[in-house]
């Protein structure tokens, strides 16, 4: 199984970082951020893109680590131009 990770700094002093994890199919969109406890970081997921039946869908974890579809938000072909640019 391939795990790709990617950064964006939103600052300088790096106070919070976007954080994409690329595995088979699925895109996880996370913050880093610091933790209350000083000099610790924490990573909290924000979303979920998967890739199923030639089509990007939406998903959203709730506060048992269970991602959920959001049906809200509908299925598309084209990732790079489709949420993207939403």
Not at 33 to 57: C, H, M, T
Request: glycine share 4%; charged share 35%; net charge negative.
């Amino acid at each position: 199984m391939n795990l790709i990770k990617i950064e964006d700094t939103c600052s300088s002093q790096a106070e919070l970082k976007v954080i994409y994890k690329f595995r088979g199919n699925t895109d996880t969109l996370s913050q880093d951020r610091p933790s209350f406890i000083p000099g610790r970081r924490v990573e909290l997921p924000i979303a979920q893109f998967r890739y199923d039946e030639n089509k990007w869908k939406v998903y959203w974890k709730d506060s048992k680590d269970k991602w959920h579809f959001v049906e809200d938000i509908k299925p598309i072909e084209d990732f790079e131009f489709g949420y993207m640019w939403m």
